[in-house]
């Protein structure tokens, strides 16, 4: 079945440092989905990407779609203590009827 | 206006017993999802309904009976509580294929 594979597991940064995290499918995806979890809260969706290639961005938030369509990142600029959260990728295959859920990057940024 | 909500937020209950959560979207999607929250936190799909009709089963154990009363609703009956049944259980409602989350129910089996 589809698998969704999410590097880092965890990642602390000093405030202001950049943070990726990184998304690969086992198939390709029909779209991936971006979602931020802060802690004790639920996942709240980001971001959408279709295309090919795609490159979108929200702010200090820049997220990739890969030219394959199987892989994505998310990049976040001179983070924040409000940056704080698990980041989830989720892809939808491309004849499938559900999202795949990434294990999740936990960030941590200490200021 | 919550958008999904689920009740209770917090449930701990005795190995063996039975317990329900219960969602409501006021969103007017027409499909919802019910996922768990593993300790890793890792989101695991577990059912999905589309209108009243289950259309996502995944690999769960039959003591979990999902129910579906109207597509506004999904609820999550589960007997027989284990201790590898606690997590976070989250609703979801989606359109398109974005999907809403509900604030989670914790779910503590002792």
């Known amino acids: 079945g589809q698998q969704v594979m999410q590097i880092p597991q965890y990642q602390h940064v000093q405030e202001g440092e950049d943070f990726t995290t990184y998304c690969n499918s086992s198939t390709t995806l029909s779209n991936i989905q971006w979602y931020k979890q802060r802690p004790g809260g639920h996942p709240v969706f980001l971001i959408q990407l279709v295309k090919s290639g795609e490159v979108k961005k929200q702010k200090r938030l820049t997220f990739q779609f890969g030219e394959a369509k199987k892989n994505s990142s998310l990049h976040i600029t001179a983070t924040q203590t409000t940056d704080v959260g698990t980041y989830f990728c989720a892809g939808l295959g491309e004849y499938g009827n559900k999202l795949v859920f990434g294990a999740g990057t936990i960030l941590r940024v200490k200021s | 206006d919550t958008a999904v909500s689920q009740t209770p937020k917090y449930l701990v209950t005795q190995m063996g017993n039975d317990k329900s959560i219960k969602c409501e979207q006021n969103?007017?999607?027409?499909?919802m999802y019910w996922y768990k929250q593993d300790s890793k936190k890792f989101l695991k799909i577990m059912f999905s309904?589309?209108?009243?009709?289950?259309?996502i089963n995944e690999t769960v154990p039959n003591r979990f009976s999902p129910k579906s009363p109207d597509k506004a609703h999904l609820n999550l009956h589960i007997n027989s509580l284990e201790l590898g049944d606690s997590a976070v259980y989250f609703c979801?409602?989606?359109?398109?294929?974005?999907?809403?989350f509900g604030p989670g129910t914790r779910l503590t089996v002792l």
């Open positions: 979801a409602s989606r359109t398109g294929y974005t999907q809403y």
């Open positions: 969103l007017g999607h027409d499909t």
């Open positions: 309904y589309n209108n009243k009709e289950l259309i």
